[in-house]
């Protein structure tokens, strides 16, 4: 079997990105041994903090994002990070090439019941003439990033990446210690009849969503004329890989819940890498207005609808919304 960096240096990936990309892997084969260590490392439990976007920290929130920061600010190829732990932009190495955006632990209110949880980064070229430390490196529209992955602790640690030729999975091979190539060039069915939405939300949704999730609970008997599944695991991470490996569709739409936040997924760690690797396996990542990938970032810690997966189920709700 092909291992992770074969694989990449035949896709031509230049030293200096490959070194960023081993960086990440590094930290997540830390954070994934923690994580199967569970309550013997520690690592379950909440802290008495909040990170900036009032979310109460877990202690693996902590430790996954301590980790990332300090092997990732150790790397001369980094330019700068911005995390989901982070308030601002931190700043790495003056001649540093790569930013480097990430969600240390997504899922994190499945940390205590030994659910799935996972890394989701995205690696951009850092700009010429404007500060490292300076938000304004990471307001790149989503199709400037140059790679994006999720590392998935799940049963077995999986790695999802794409560097914009393919995306592919790799397998944590725990023995020796290497990511090896077990789904290569992924393709995700245009058609699917699998749907992921926190369904417990239903009344805060606009009109339009409910309407296409109404014709897709009623199945064979409605317009839709098929019969619908659903799944929801509470990681955007388990989600997305589902729909990489059996095709689906994924939503978290806008809702009316708390005024000031109408969306919950966040444009630079979670939406942005989800959308690039949905799209190099043949997948559409919208808002509900837009291609996700042309959103022109406002601020480091925006929020987004998304609306994600096989490409004529994310059309047909489309559509739905421009009734
Ligand atoms: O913060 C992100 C996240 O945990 C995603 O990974 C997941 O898709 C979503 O939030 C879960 O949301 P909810 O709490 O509504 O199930």
Redesign the pocket.
Known sequence: MKNLFSVLRSDEVNDELLRVIETIVDASKEIAFRVRQGALAGVLGSTQDENIQG?TQKHLDIISNQLLKDLLLANSAVAAIAS?EEDTVVAGHEAGKYLVAF?PL?????IDINGQI?TIFSIYSALDLIPHHSELQFQQQGQQQVCAGYVFYGPSTLLAITTGKGTRCFTLDSTQGNFLLTADKIQIAADTQEFAI?M??ARFWNQAMRAYIDDLVLGETGPRAKRFNMR????????VHRVLTRSGI?L?PSDTRNAKQPA???LLY?ANPMAMLIENAGGKACSETQRILDIQPQQLHERVAVILGSANEVDECLNYLRR
């Not at 997504?106 to 499945?110: A, K, L, T």
Request: net charge negative; aromatic share 12%.
């Open positions: 979310e989901e969600d997504d899922g994190s209110s499945n996972g926190n417990s939300n929801w695991n509470a990681a955007m991470v388990g989600d994924f978290y919950k997924l966040r979670e």
